[in-house]
């Protein structure tokens, strides 16, 4: 199992690093989401399967047992529960990155709208004028308005 | 004083934040709000580090929940936390202050102020939290708002600069987690007070876990990304100055601290330990001089006002991060100094700025020239700011550039330490070339067709709260200057709790840290053992600590100090951060254990009395539990 979980995170990540390293800013935001779902997947992959038994468990594999547990398992109904620790962060991460996905591609949209562009060599060709931005009365464009 | 009065540093910007929202078009309650919020939160800050220098407890823990230390999320208010959260609440009620006035209403409109305070929350957050996965959180909620804020307005520059930073902090991030989920891996646990525990436990034995040095250089690259350490420096003067000068001001003087205070907070505590020091001490060496060199040409060469202030940002993390790599008490109090009032100046340098913008034409230095004439206080405010940036003696940049340096050099750190002198000197230069083009020099060669435009921007009427923001942060500046002591010794006792991992672990575990024991009894017949402690464990697997976890009446086995070993506590089933007999004779006092039992692990009561702060690295932990990660190796 964590063979195949480490050939996933693998797979996403190898392709991610792929997308991250092109020149249009719609693959490379492609490459940051499966980033984070390769990311996701490295904590899955550490989480572990769930605990054997008490009295055949290894130290090794009682590692992967949830922490509030410890060793003794009270129950024989809990034997098999598995570290939950891991999939709350993992929640915690999706929810983040999903708001995050949200932001980037509304983001990428007004960009493309403004300068025209998503390429990043014409992108770099946008001089960095810092000229007065906040002291020119520039009347504030409702969205949709072209610019 | 009650210690979950600290959740309110975090709370107050939040529910401001919320407040706002809804009457986001009443801009006078938005910046009343706001305004409110920001010195309330500074009020507390400061009075909570007084209570923190003055009493004898050294930190304020609240765990979150009511979970103790090593479940729930503790947060922590120390001096290093309680200042970094003091400076930045004072820069954001400057930078508020700033843009109620600079900000154009429509843009102020969209979502500023909701946004600022929800930011100040992320960074409040990630100043006091004591687990690492919360410390991602924190700097989530940090950077979507810090999102918001880099495209408000929508300037066309912004926008084609904006995907820089963007993407690079959703890549840092997606590292962090990875990060985060492989300390959890191989220590078992993401409470960096927990983690201190283990991870000194295991390099006192030589035994760190296989990884350790590369999981701290994933978190070092993440944290260094954040502060814009060198090679992840470049997209700080490309994004930074795109902004509305207030948002600028705030980006450069809280943002990248945030990243410097997680280095300072993690890294002595948690991997600076054993074969993991010596690499990745050198890293952060490397990485700071490198920094400090790059920074100062980078504010030599740059010819517009905003990018070279951009650069000074990236020279103060430099120093802050080579007072770190020292790794002395008094150089990390140094950068700790450094980094809080490097805060504040550098968000003046910028606000000056900004009134300097209004009265010439552009940032640019070649239309700058002869403003002295017609604005002399403007010019004073700024060099005052200026000087401080370089840190020339009567100014509060000195004290931390001194103590850093001071330190270095008596730690054998001699080429570093001149190279940090050189770019001291090379800061001067810098600056006064920005103050001399901007101010004192001649009059800029104007075409007859932009001289209408330079004079009535000349003559353009000063803006009251922009000059109120700029007054207030140079005479925190200057306060700090004059009369440093009090942020000395707070920065200092920063600076000693860094360096002595014993006290933060004491602080945030319990000196009786027996919290798991303590919420088990209730609903299980069998006590449950702590975090760690497996059956498997004593049944002969690693029989050299066993005893001493499960046995605690028994004296330990070295007992040098065998009068402080067989303590009253009847209750001493779990003696999981008991603290150890110290073996070394010269450090101070002998610990004695709290006589009498807590029932309950106490968050009130972090006790770090100096018994705990003497404790030297590595000697906190001679009855430890069972270690995950030792058994992880093959």
Same mark, same amino acid.
């Given at each position: 199992m964590t063979f195949v979980m480490a050939l996933c995170v693998t797979a996403c990540v190898?392709?991610?690093?792929? *997308?991250?390293?092109?020149?249009?800013?719609?693959?490379?935001?492609?490459?940051?989401?499966?980033?984070?779902?390769?990311?996701?997947?490295?904590?899955?992959?550490?989480?572990?399967s769930p605990v054997l038994p008490a009295e055949n468990a290894t130290a090794a594999e009682s590692l992967k047992a949830a922490p509030i547990l410890g060793a003794h398992v009270p129950s024989p109904a809990?034997?098999?529960?598995?570290?939950?620790?891991?999939?709350? *962060?993992?929640?915690?991460?999706?929810?983040?990155?999903?708001?995050?996905?949200?932001?980037?591609?509304?983001?990428l949209i007004i960009t493309n709208r403004s300068t025209g562009t998503l390429v990043v060599d014409r992108l770099a060709n946008e001089?960095?004028?810092?000229?007065?931005?906040?002291?020119?009365?520039?009347?504030?464009?409702?969205?949709?308005t072209p610019s | 004083m009650n210690p979950s009065l600290i959740v309110l540093l975090v709370i107050i910007p939040a529910a401001a934040g919320l407040i706002c929202v809804p009457l986001i078009n009443r801009l006078n309650t938005c910046r009343l709000v706001g305004v409110v919020g920001f010195a309330l939160n500074l009020g507390l800050a400061l009075s909570l580090l007084g209570a923190c220098s003055q009493g004898d407890t050294s930190a304020i823990v609240t765990q979150l929940g009511g979970w103790s230390a090593p479940y729930g999320i503790a947060l922590v208010f120390d001096a290093l936390s309680g200042l970094m959260v003091a400076a930045a609440s004072l820069v954001a009620l400057a930078c508020l202050i700033h843009a109620s006035g600079s900000l154009p209403d429509p843009v102020e409109r969209r979502y500023f102020h909701p946004l600022v305070n929800f930011m100040m929350a992320g960074v409040n957050l990630s100043f006091l939290t004591g687990d690492l996965f919360n410390l991602f959180v924190a700097f989530e909620i940090m950077l979507m708002a810090s999102y918001g804020l880099l495209v408000l307005g929508r300037g066309k520059a912004q926008l084609a600069q $904006?995907?820089?930073?963007?993407?690079?902090?959703?890549?840092?991030?997606a590292i962090f987690v990875i990060a985060a989920g492989m300390v959890y891996g191989l220590l078992g646990t993401l409470n960096l007070a927990d983690m201190a525990r283990i991870t000194?436990?295991?390099?006192?034995?030589?035994?760190?876990?296989?990884?350790?040095?590369?999981?701290?250089?994933?978190?070092?690259?993440?944290f260094t990304l954040k502060a814009g350490v060198f090679p992840l420096w470049f997209w700080l003067p490309d994004t930074?100055?795109?902004?509305?000068?207030?948002?600028?001001?705030?980006?450069?003087?809280?943002?990248?601290?945030?990243?410097? #205070?997680?280095?300072?907070?993690?890294?002595?505590?948690?991997?600076?330990?054993?074969?993991?020091?010596?690499?990745?001490?050198?890293?952060?060496?490397?990485?700071?001089?490198?920094?400090? $060199?790059?920074?100062?040409?980078?504010?030599?060469? #740059?010819?517009?006002?905003?990018?070279?202030?951009?650069?000074?940002?990236?020279?103060?993390?430099? #120093?802050?991060?080579?007072?770190?790599?020292?790794?002395?008490?008094?150089a990390i109090g140094g950068s700790v100094f450094y980094m809080a009032q490097s805060m504040i100046v550098m968000a003046a340098a910028f606000l000056a700025c900004g009134l300097i913008e209004t009265h010439l034409t552009s940032d640019d230095l070649s239309d700058g020239g002869g403003l002295l004439k017609t604005h002399p206080w403007l010019g004073v405010l700024f060099l005052i700011g200026l000087l401080s940036i370089a840190g020339l003696p009567p100014t509060s940049g000195f004290y931390g550039k001194f103590a850093i340096i001071r330190d270095a050099l008596?730690?054998?750190?001699?080429?570093?330490?001149?190279?940090?002198?050189?770019?001291?000197?090379?800061?001067?230069?810098?600056?006064?070339?920005?103050?001399?083009?901007?101010?004192?020099?001649?009059?800029?060669?104007?075409?007859?067709?932009?001289?209408?435009?330079?004079?009535?921007?000349?003559?353009?009427e000063p803006s009251a709260s922009g000059y109120a923001a700029l007054v207030l942060l140079i005479a925190a500046a200057l306060c700090i200057g004059i009369l440093p002591q009090r942020v000395v010794g707070i920065a200092n006792a920063a600076g000693q709790q860094v360096t002595d991992p014993g006290a933060y672990i004491a602080a945030v575990m319990g000196p009786d840290a027996r919290p798991p024991a303590a919420e088990s009894h209730h609903d299980t017949p069998a006590p449950a053992p702590a975090h760690g402690h497996d059956a498997a464990h004593d049944t002969g697997h690693d029989a050299t600590h066993a005893p001493q976890t499960h046995t605690p009446a028994a004296p330990h086995p070295p007992a040098p100090e065998a009068q402080t070993d067989p303590t009253p506590d009847p209750h001493?089933?779990?003696?999981?951060?008991?603290?150890?007999?110290?073996?070394v004779p010269d450090v101070g006092p002998v610990p004695t254990p709290e006589p009498e039992p807590e029932p309950e692990p106490a968050p009130s009561a972090p006790r770090t009395g100096p018994e705990f702060r003497v404790q030297a690295h590595g000697q906190q932990m001679a009855a430890a539990p069972h270690d995950p990660a030792m058994e992880r190796r093959p």
């Open positions: 190898g392709v991610s690093i792929y *997308l991250l390293l092109g020149r249009d800013l719609k693959g490379v935001a492609m490459g940051v989401f499966l980033l984070g779902h390769g990311a996701n997947l490295s904590i899955m992959a550490m989480s572990g809990l034997a098999n529960m598995v570290d939950p620790l891991p999939q709350a *962060l993992i929640l915690t991460a999706i929810v983040i990155g999903f708001a995050v996905m949200g932001f980037l591609l509304t983001l001089p960095v004028s810092t000229t007065r931005t906040d002291t020119r009365a520039e009347p504030f464009l409702p969205s949709g | $904006a995907y820089k930073y963007v993407l690079l902090n959703l890549v840092a991030s000194t436990e295991l390099a006192a034995r030589d035994a760190l876990p296989a990884g350790f040095t590369a999981v701290g250089v994933l978190l070092l690259f993440v930074y100055p795109t902004c509305p000068i207030a948002i600028t001001a705030l980006f450069g003087g809280v943002l990248t601290k945030v990243g410097g #205070y997680a280095v300072a907070r993690i890294f002595p505590l948690v991997f600076l330990v054993g074969d993991a020091a010596a690499v990745l001490q050198q890293i952060i060496l490397i990485g700071a001089v490198l920094t400090m $060199a790059v920074g100062v040409f980078g504010a030599l060469a #740059y010819r517009t006002l905003r990018r070279s202030l951009a650069m000074f940002i990236i020279v103060g993390v430099g #120093y802050a991060l080579f007072g770190v790599a020292v790794g002395e008490p008094g008596g730690a054998g750190f001699t080429w570093t330490a001149l190279i940090a002198i050189g770019v001291g000197a090379l800061s001067i230069l810098a600056v006064l070339r920005i103050w001399c083009e901007s101010f004192w020099g001649p009059d800029p060669v104007v075409q007859p067709r932009d001289a209408e435009a330079r004079a009535a921007a000349l003559a353009r001493q089933d779990l003696p999981v951060a008991q603290p150890a007999p110290d073996p």
